[in-house]
């Protein structure tokens, strides 16, 4: 399967913890987004690379959040001191890159449901 | 803020008959604009997208219109199939910006 992989697919873990997910994109997609989706409601924006830079961060990724793309490959996403309302699907997705923020067809993968209790 | 929208959350048809799903959006900056499905327990999945500067372009079995003078965007499925059920979103895009905005859906049963 050469589609967008994300691991894991789902997370149950304590209010205050941290979890970290993994996100494989299209092995010759440049570009990389993170979305959290909540029940019954469209994905959001939350940040997006190009290679390995960060080109952009949605208000709604706070300081407890934080995405890297070392090698501009794999990305993961961290968040600290989970709280309940972290609880959401959070979506990856890759797309070839164009001219800076052109827009490119995107490819989204499974998702990490995540349940913070 | 601007936001994409949907106008109707829910939407039931028979098998065989065409299905129209809408789409209001509110920023006319935006330059493209796209359709998703998603199926229970997977990501939204590409269907079909059109340039602002078109106003329909037909897929396989679907076809996306978008009328600018009143910022609507319409999905139209032919002969819809059990298998078209699903929630579809609209999202659009802005020039220079790599992201989507998605609305919220419209969850479309196919009843056989």
């Known amino acids: 399967d050469t589609g967008v992989s994300q691991n894991p697919r789902h997370k149950i873990t304590k209010r205050g913890q941290n979890v970290t997910f993994r996100c494989d994109p299209i092995?010759?997609?440049?570009?990389l987004y993170w979305y959290r989706q909540t029940l019954g409601q469209g994905p959001e924006f939350l940040t997006y690379?190009?290679?390995?830079?960060?080109?952009?961060k949605s208000r709604l990724l706070s300081d407890r959040f934080s995405a890297e793309r070392p090698k501009g490959s794999f990305s993961t996403l961290e968040i600290q001191r989970t709280e309940q309302g972290d609880s959401a699907m959070y979506l990856c997705?890759?797309?070839?890159?164009?001219?800076?923020?052109?827009?490119?067809?995107?490819?989204f993968g499974p998702g990490t449901r995540l349940t913070v209790l | 803020g601007e936001s994409v929208g949907l106008h109707l959350p829910t939407l039931s048809v028979q098998e065989g008959d065409n299905s129209i799903i809408n789409c209001a959006y509110s920023?006319?900056?935006?330059?493209?604009f796209i359709w998703y499905k998603q199926e229970s327990g997977k990501g939204p999945q590409f269907i079909i997208d059109?340039?602002?500067?078109?106003d329909k372009r037909q897929g396989q079995r679907v076809t996306v219109l978008l009328n600018k003078t009143v910022k609507h965007l319409s999905l139209q499925i032919a002969a819809t199939q059990p298998g078209d059920s699903a929630v579809y979103f609209c999202?659009?895009?802005?020039?220079?910006?790599?992201?989507?905005?998605f609305g919220d859906g419209t969850t479309l049963t196919v009843k056989p």
């Open positions: 997705a890759s797309s070839a890159g164009g001219g800076l923020g052109s827009y490119n067809e995107q490819f």
């Open positions: 092995s010759e997609h440049n570009r």
């Open positions: 690379f190009q290679n390995e830079a960060q080109l952009e």
């Open positions: 920023n006319s900056a935006s330059d493209y």
């Open positions: 059109i340039r602002s500067n078109m």
């Open positions: 999202a659009e895009n802005m020039p220079n910006a790599g992201k989507s905005t």
